[in-house]
Each structure stands twice: as structure tokens, then as C-alpha cells.
């Protein structure tokens, strides 16, 4: 158990539809990291935010946002879904921006099936 | 842009084989580097990590990786592999602009 929680496991949802992944970081991580992983892509690294401010932006769709609350936890909101946003979405923790921490803890990850 | 590339995507050995990965990254700056291992139905873990000092490092279950900064590689080692290290491999590179950038993962499957 790396101490990172996602939800919803799973989600299974139509074109067109919007949906909420939630992250709750490792207690005392103040960074959260979101990736898409799908079969063709590998991890892509989508968004970063550090103790709530957004730090870095991957490779994330206009029609993608989150943001990092003031409990640290995270959403990741995903609108008019397309049947290629259908990916394993995960969401990992560190307790710095970087530096010498650095290590990323993983959660299960969420997996969205759009039909 | 920032990338990292891993040279298999999929090697399949036998039990007590070495294994080399090999990993390669694209940015000119300094870089934090990492190798995260993910074990089928768990999450990915780190495996080892290079930030600093010497450029071979050793990390969990016998595993070491060698930085070679004038390659820009990362390459993953292992001298006598197992049937439990069956995984997928992800080299990553964390680079100063916040970001932690993952190679595409090469599957491991060591056959007993």
C-alpha cells in the first residue's frame, strides 16, 4: 500500500459526459502528479501541483482540469469525453517539489472506460 | 521537449540471465533520475533513484543502474534475474521544470 488513494476504481461512462478522478496524496506530501497511461502512450505525465498552486502542465487537453485543494487533495476533471480518453489515470505523491525527495508514490490508479 | 526512451519494449529472458535495460533521456539541463517497477495488478514503486555523487546506484531486490551523463542513458542491471522480477520497467527523469517525465516501460517476463 503506497498510502496514495484514487477514486473511483473503475468508471465506465458515454461521449460526450464529464467526470471527477480524486487523489488523496500520502499524509505530509505536499505534491500531486497526475499521468494518463493507455496501452498505446505509456505514462503520460498530464499536470503537477504543489501545496495547491498548479507547478507544471504536461500533455493535458483544454478539455482536462484540476486542481489541489487546501486538504491537498486532488481532482482531476475530465469533460466531453472522447472514446480515446478511455486510459488508466494515475495520481502519485511527493513531499516536495523536487529536489532530493523526488520519489513519486503511485495509487492504483482509476480506469475510465468511455463507450 | 523533454523525453525519455527505453530501448525494448518487451525482452523476455530466463530465470538466473542478466538483464540490462537500457534508457535514454533528451534534456540538456540537471536531471533527477529514477527506474519504477510495476508488478502485475500492483502500482508502480521505485526501484532506484540517481540525484547526485556517484553514478552507479543500487536499489531494491539486486538492481543497480549506471547514469552516463555524456549519453544521456540510465541503463537498469540486474546480474541474475528471477521469475518474481516479471514486470513492466519505467525509466522516468525529473527535470527542473517540475515535471517527471516516464519512458514508455518495457515489459519483463522471465520464464522459469
Known amino acids: 500500500d503506497s498510502g496514495v488513494t484514487q477514486t473511483p476504481k473503475h468508471l465506465i461512462t458515454a461521449t460526450g459526459q464529464r467526470v471527477t478522478l480524486r487523489c488523496s496524496p500520502r499524509?505530509?506530501?505536499?505534491?500531486v502528479y497526475w499521468y494518463q497511461q493507455s496501452l498505446d502512450q505509456g505514462l503520460q505525465f498530464l499536470i503537477h501541483?504543489?501545496?495547491?498552486?498548479?507547478?507544471a502542465k504536461g500533455n493535458i487537453l483544454e478539455r482536462f482540469s484540476a486542481q489541489q485543494f487546501p486538504d491537498l487533495h486532488s481532482e482531476l476533471n475530465l469533460s466531453s469525453l472522447e472514446l480515446g480518453d478511455s486510459a488508466l489515470y494515475f495520481c502519485a505523491s511527493s513531499v516536495a517539489d523536487r529536489g532530493d525527495a523526488g520519489e513519486l508514490f503511485f495509487g492504483e490508479g482509476s480506469r475510465l472506460t468511455v463507450l | 521537449a523533454q523525453s525519455v526512451s527505453q530501448h525494448n519494449h518487451h525482452v523476455i529472458l530466463s530465470e538466473a540471465a542478466s538483464l540490462e535495460l537500457g534508457c535514454n533521456y533528451s534534456y540538456g539541463g540537471t536531471v533527477n533520475l529514477f527506474w519504477y517497477v510495476q508488478y502485475p495488478g500492483q502500482h508502480l514503486q521505485l526501484l532506484l533513484k540517481?540525484?547526485?555523487?556517484?553514478?552507479l546506484v543500487k536499489g531494491i531486490k539486486g538492481f543497480e543502474a549506471e547514469f552516463i551523463k555524456s549519453k544521456f542513458s540510465f541503463n537498469l542491471r540486474k546480474p541474475s534475474v528471477q521469475w518474481s522480477d516479471t514486470a513492466e520497467y519505467f525509466c522516468a527523469v525529473m527535470t527542473s521544470y517540475d515535471k517527471v517525465i516516464f519512458g514508455p516501460g518495457t515489459s519483463l517476463s522471465v520464464i522459469p
Open positions: 540517481y540525484f547526485s555523487g556517484d553514478p
Open positions: 501541483y504543489y501545496n495547491g498552486e498548479e507547478r
Open positions: 499524509s505530509g506530501d505536499l505534491s
